[in-house]
């Protein structure tokens, strides 16, 4: 008796039931239902695809590479396996496969916006490319915006700003409860209204409680349909004074409309940490401990760095109370870091070895949504045991809702950064 293959139209309540069983946090069921998906459809590439965004986006790295793999071997012709499959090898801290994929993919589509974005911000991943090296790709990439864009352009009129508002605006895809919305919306709402008149172009889909609190502070554009030209062209209309990029190459950005030069002054803020490499970006606003002396050569916009520090916190509303260090109970240190696994590099391992050796008994967590996968664990755990790190001083965790996150880091004493 032949196996009888689903009807294609029982695939998206399929995908939106895994949906639900991953943010509910029963990754269990998550897994389950994937592997039903995958079974039913062993041969649907665009089913592969969506099973495969959904566990990586949830730390499951390996079934994730498992169904690209799978998806590579059907339809070898068909790149977006190939993408993902970089992108999961950055993740995952293997730098050298995720350059070689996407030297690839550069390669076979030289003029493809995501791919040219995703290949200059994984060098800033990687160990082994040099800041030179960096710079240069950056660099290219901001040529290359320019090119796309039409050509050179001038510097738009700088209008007075006499007897008026300055008209700043911001753009990024990220304003909701998103690491860049919840640092950026509390700076919109304490503009001087009298000096400053404030927009937010909005180039995302996600809108929540800080969506709101933004829109509630500034004149929101919702531009996630717009393309570049028609997005360049209502900055244009709308009088723009200074326009800040919230996002440089980070995902959903929208830096390739800064290649229009649609205001006078535009700036990097906030999203991102190295240069655009793109000519018309007139300054970047970091500070002493992200760029340190020295750190100019490394920009092609002027560096500005704010004194008090170029992040803005306040806490959430459901943020916990302050606890006291957790040493005082346990009786040792806990360092902890709650970074994307992607910065992980063996340099990275070999310097948190030492700080475990030179603080006896001291321990240390590390949280990120690919602590879901098992093989990334053991790898993570053979690393610092073989310098000599006994693995029962690691506690790796997986993601969580962002309040018991935070609760978490009442767990630690001091934080640690990989980069």
Known sequence: MPTLIPAKSALPPLLK??????????????????????????????????????????????????????????????LRSLVNLANLARDSGQHAQSRALYALLLARLPQQPVIRRNAVVSLEYDPEVSDPDRLAAARAWGDWAVAQAGGVRPRPLVRSASGRALRIAYVSADFCQHTVGLLVKDILQSHDVTQVTVFAYYAGQLKDWVTTAIAGSCQMRDVAALNDTALAELIRQDGIDVLVDLSGHTAGSRLTVFAHRPAPVQVSWLGYFATTGLAYMDAVLLDEWHAPPGAEQQFVETLVRLPAGRLCYQPVPFAPALSPPPCLNNGFVTFGSFNNTGKYNSRVFDVWAQVLVSVPNSRLILKWRSFNDEALRQSVTEAFAERGIDPERLSLRGPSFHADMLQQYADIDIALDPL
């Open 17 to 78: 039931a895994a949906q639900a069983h991953a943010q509910g946090g029963r990754f269990a069921e998550l897994l389950a239902e994937c592997r039903s998906i995958t079974s039913a459809y062993p041969n649907d590439v665009s089913a592969l695809l969506d099973v495969s965004a959904l566990l990586s986006s949830f730390g499951f790295l390996t079934p994730a590479r498992e169904c690209l793999e799978r998806a590579r071997v059907i339809a070898p012709d068909d």
